[in-house]
């Protein structure tokens, strides 16, 4: 045993073993599995050279890299220093899977089962079309009324990354904030929202590559907090694109509502993104065929602006129902309430949304 003064303490000291590493580190705690490295088994290595009173240690944790490993570091370092050891060399790896799921806190396991878990409880929805501009995403935010004035707890992902519009369809004014390692979705109407329009500042234009926009839509998924839901809505991008095939391969128990207009031209363009559904093994729930008809307020005759039959015909190919026929309409001005995309409960679109949610919420929980 080889002694040494602790000049702070006025006490002496002994050059540690590994044994007494190993018991002094039994107590600290792993920052992500919220358990002593004791109990994750988590002191891996130590080394002892006793001539430079040089203590190395190889620590396993829950996750690598990030600023709880610094802090936890300074933690081990100061323990070891405080009792004998004059430097500290750390290494760091992760733990092996079965000890991260077996000590994994419960709210974490929780919240992988809700959205990604094989233990789903949510119901996933793409709100899919063939091309921009036939009201995809008026038709996502008012679905998600729909199911929670239904009762039902709802999310929304705004997954058309290139062209995000939920937050201002729906009025949201603030951003989401974060909480540890979590990102609280901005809640609207009772309605949970997250998009990429929250990370981009002055409506800049996004030039990401594809593998970096796959990330985003990943870390919407596994880093969003959002809690117990009943279901989440994606707004996919128009066409057959990245995202959306990212969308089909993250979620393979996601069902879908393709929109189109009555034009024929567009229920062809949507055709593909059906098939692309179909391919994938993602059920088709319907067609909701927006801007169907305008009604005059006047003689009370319907014009089919856009032509007719588009949504129909979809159905018929997609081997599907048509879940509504949207007329063209704006939601009530309401002066105290900004949310122009919002149909209010006894607007008729927004009877309309209420018989096509219900109907979804028949089929996906029969």
């Known amino acids: 045993m080889i002694l040494f003064q602790d000049a702070r303490k006025g006490m002496v000291n002994h050059v540690l073993t590994k044994e007494e590493v190993v018991q002094l580190l039994s107590t600290v705690k792993d920052p992500f599995l919220h358990r002593t490295l004791e109990e994750t088994n988590g002191v891996k290595e130590v080394t002892i050279k006793e001539d430079k009173k040089h203590v190395s240690v190889k620590v396993g944790i829950g996750k690598t890299n990030t600023a709880e490993q610094m802090q936890l570091q300074q933690e081990i370092v100061g323990v070891l220093k405080k009792n004998g050891a004059t430097t500290v060399g750390l290494r760091f790896e992760q733990l092996p899977d079965e000890v991260i799921q077996k000590y994994q806190p419960a709210a974490e396991q929780e919240q992988e089962a809700s959205l990604m878990g094989g233990n789903s409880k949510t119901k996933f929805i793409a709100v899919a079309s063939g091309k921009g501009g036939v009201g995809k995403s008026t038709v996502t935010v008012n679905l998600a009324m729909s ?112 929109v189109t207009t009555p034009h024929p031209t567009a229920a062809f363009v949507a055709a593909r993104a059906g098939q692309m559904a179909l391919k994938t093994n993602h059920k088709i729930l319907g067609v909701v065929e927006n801007m169907a008809y305008f009604e005059s307020k006047k003689t009370g005759e319907k014009e089919h602006v856009f032509g007719q039959g588009g949504g129909k015909k979809l159905a018929e190919v997609l081997k599907t129902q048509v879940l509504g026929q949207l007329p063209l309409q704006q939601p009530y001005e309401d002066e105290d309430v900004f949310a122009p995309s919002v149909y209010q409960e006894d607007h008729p679109l927004g009877k309309e949304y209420h018989k096509i949610a219900a109907k979804i919420v028949a089929k996906v929980e029969e």
């Open 147 to 258: 199911l929670m004035r239904l009762g039902k707890k709802v999310g929304i992902i705004d997954a058309d990354i290139y062209g995000f519009s939920i937050p201002d369809m729906m009025g949201v004014e603030e951003r989401p904030v974060v909480r540890g390692e979590k990102i609280i979705p901005v809640e609207r109407f009772g309605v949970k929202v997250i998009s990429m329009g929250f990370f981009v500042e002055d409506n800049s234009p996004i030039i990401w590559r594809g593998p970096m926009l796959g990330k985003m839509l990943t870390s919407f998924f596994k880093e969003v907090e959002w809690g117990e839901l009943d279901y989440l809505l994606l707004d996919l991008p128009p066409g057959t694109g990245d995202i959306a095939m990212d969308v089909h391969e993250m979620l393979p128990s996601c069902k879908e509502v393709i």
